[in-house]
């Protein structure tokens, strides 16, 4: 004896939250591709094409604020790794425009969001820091192990667990290539 009902308002829900996933998948994997590309932009100094990048980012990740609820969003973890990999390419932005690393205030984001996108930010100011060291530009690397070392000064502070734990380690490795660079650099002197 089954309410045949029941079972037909549980298959609409169920299909209803499929298509919703599937929609969120899509949009949020053009997000991480295209967070991806603002990052690569940046270190070719293309600030302006990194703009524009992250312009339209924004905007999709507007767009799934407004067709879904925050929570809704978070339950899928392709839009994690999406708005993570924006939170990275839009500090390194940030870094390379010489504005201050602060609150986003064009999306909604969750403290997760935040703190693994700075993490994984020391990892491209490693890859800046090598490009300014091979052009010679000392006073650069300076400033990029600078910003680093604050990052890392503030990222100490939390008591990560879980990924973000693994996430905030690769980050002191990436910190300790930085270092190893500015060494280098001042040996050769």
Do not use: C, P
């Not at 924004?58 to 799934?64: H, Q, S």
């Not at 790794?81 to 839009?90: G, I, L, N, Q």
């Not at 996430?167 to 050769?188: C, M, S, T, V």
């Amino acid at each position: 004896m089954i309410n045949k009902k029941f079972i037909e308002q549980l298959k609409k829900e169920f299909d209803a939250h499929a298509g919703e996933t599937r929609q969120i998948i899509s949009l949020s994997n053009a997000v991480l591709h295209d967070a991806k590309k603002a990052i690569f932009s940046s270190h070719r100094d293309d600030l302006a094409g990194a703009t524009k990048t992250l312009e339209e980012v924004e905007a999709i990740l507007k767009n799934l604020e407004n067709k879904f609820s925050f929570v809704r969003l978070t339950e899928e973890g392709s839009y994690k790794a999406a708005v993570e990999e924006y939170v990275e390419a839009k500090m390194f932005w940030l870094v390379m425009t010489g504005k201050k690393i602060d609150k986003i205030k064009e999306i909604k984001l969750d403290y997760e969001s935040y703190l693994g996108g700075l993490s994984d930010l020391i990892g491209e100011l490693v890859r800046s820091s090598v490009k300014l060291a091979t052009a010679g530009k000392i006073k650069e690397v300076k400033k990029i192990h600078k910003i680093a070392d604050d990052i890392m000064a503030e990222l100490v502070e939390f008591d990560m667990r879980s990924y973000l734990r693994t996430k905030y380690d690769q980050a002191k490795g990436h910190l300790r290539k930085i270092e190893q660079i500015n060494y280098e650099i001042n040996l050769r002197k």
